[in-house]
């Protein structure tokens, strides 16, 4: 509607905007349901409002560690409550839990009827109610998130609104069996004019009679608490939290419901108890690798380097012989062929074949393909034979005897006294002490591996004539 300048609005006109004023609703947006979140956030929404709020949700995080937003459409108390109680039911984790309270609701369906509702219409709305409680209980028991498939079936439209339908209709139904208890917290009108002004319309959100009823029918029969927390400018620096009276039978307590109240919204609080614990880590599964390994170890005579033992005569690996009797281990390698040597020798270059000694039986080989740590990308080799004597074997000369009647002759005079060459080629070592003779080293000892028994020699043990003699002679000498 638009004015021209200095046209003067009239009454109607004015009573026309003020309708339109107080009619006028935002849009709303966001999930339906919201995820966990922590309730810090609610403090930085309020830093900058007014003190009162800034206090009381400065130490709402002190005791709520965390909330889920809700929808402000008109229907959030209602489906705040009712995600509340589903939420219970999977925090308790009792699954025969699920399907007694559905046995429990449909116990409530002649109260209905009695209450005026139809059965077949009201069917449909209750029948959402228990296929979610069957939905959740299978989920746990299949180990699925049970807790996600909630919020998910709350964020599907039709769902939470046919499941909102059937609270509506049950507190209804329950406040009409019990009109007595009800009827004097209403001023100036009955529990009928009640339920069909305040709680049955879609867009009628819910206060706190209804709100009592709502509880007296669902959460109380099933041992759930409820507290609602109002967030508002009364006094103090904490929220102020109203808890209902649970009415359960028994009383055990199943879980809770805690509800933020802020001017026309409902969001809902959690403590710390009322999170899930976190599933504890895997343990770490030990494995064991096994594999199969051999070790190869590569001889130095297949490197390929230059033979410098070739420069010492007799001493060349091309031309190794076996020692001892023991066949070399280079001879199990088909070329001596890897060395290079190169000199600035005049010896002539000739290629040196080894002789390969035949085995008397071949050695066992692994069935592996032996491969050389280096390849050579050299020409044929050539072996440098060193000077002459490469072919040949070191000569071993023994050094000639000498006896003491070589030097018969010359200048010098022989001594009186001889020496008998044959008395260190005849006789033994005397090593005849008392630990040697009974210790196995000694060969007369019978532990000896080369055992020969001693002999008596009568000539060492007595003395002989020539001794005598020579004792005789000494003493003449000296006289």
């Not at 029918?217 to 006094?235: C, K, M, N, Q, T």
């Not at 592996?368 to 040949?392: G, I, K, N, T």
């Amino acid at each position: 509607m638009a004015y021209e300048a200095g046209h003067q609005i009239s009454d109607d006109e004015l009573a026309q905007l003020q309708k339109a004023s107080e009619g006028y609703e935002p849009p709303v947006s966001g999930p339906l349901i919201g995820h966990r979140q922590p309730s810090t956030a609610i403090t930085s929404e309020y830093a900058s409002a007014d003190p009162v709020y800034q206090a009381k949700t400065q130490s709402l995080p002190q005791k709520y560690s965390h909330y889920r937003t809700v929808r402000g459409d008109g229907k959030c108390g209602w489906r705040a409550v009712a995600f509340g109680y589903y939420e219970a039911l999977i925090r308790h984790g009792d699954l025969n839990r699920f399907g007694m309270e559905e046995a429990r609701l449909k116990s409530i369906a002649p109260l209905m009827t009695q209450a005026g509702f139809n059965p077949t219409v009201i069917d449909d709305f209750a029948d959402e109610a228990f296929d979610l409680l069957r939905e959740l209980a299978n989920a746990m028991a299949e180990g699925l998130d049970a807790g996600g498939l909630l919020v998910d079936k709350f964020n599907d439209d039709v769902v939470q609104n046919y499941i909102i339908t059937y609270m509506r209709s049950l507190t209804a139904a329950w406040m009409k069996s019990k009109e007595t208890e009800y009827a004097p917290w209403l001023l100036g009108q009955t529990v009928e004019s009640y339920c069909q002004n305040q709680v049955l319309p879609v867009k009628a959100e819910i206060d706190n009679v209804a709100l009592s009823a709502l509880k007296d029918v669902l959460l109380s029969p099933a041992g759930i608490l409820l507290e609602v927390l109002y967030l508002d400018r009364s006094e103090g620096s904490e929220v102020t939290m109203h808890r209902f009276d649970p009415v359960a039978s028994g009383g055990f307590t199943l879980g809770s419901v805690r509800l933020l109240y802020r001017p026309g919204h409902y969001d809902i609080l959690y403590k710390q108890e009322d999170l899930p614990v976190p599933p504890p880590p895997p343990a770490a599964v030990p494995t064991y690798l096994q594999y199969g390994s051999q070790t190869y170890y590569e001889p130095a005579a297949t490197f390929n380097g230059s033979d410098f033992m070739a420069l010492l005569p007799g001493m060349s690996y091309a031309n190794q012989t076996p020692f001892c009797g023991m066949p070399s281990s280079f001879d199990s390698y088909d070329s001596a062929s890897d060395f290079n040597f190169t000199t600035n020798s005049k010896a002539p270059v000739t290629t040196c074949t080894p002789a390969v000694p035949t085995p008397s039986a071949p050695a066992p080989q692994p069935h592996m393909q032996s491969q050389s740590m280096f390849a050579s990308a050299s020409p044929p080799v050539q072996m440098v034979p060193p000077a002459s004597q490469l072919a040949h074997d070191m000569v071993v000369r023994n050094v000639p005897q000498f006896n003491h009647s070589d030097f018969g002759g010359g200048p010098f005079r022989p001594s009186a006294w001889q020496f008998d060459s044959e008395f260190v080629s005849q006789s033994q070592m005397p090593f005849q002490t008392s630990i040697f003779r009974n210790s196995p080293f000694n060969q007369a000892h019978f532990q000896n591996p080369d055992f020969q028994p001693e002999q008596w020699d009568p000539e060492g043990e007595y003395a002989t004539a020539s001794s005598s003699s020579s004792k005789s002679s000494r003493h003449k000498n000296s006289g």
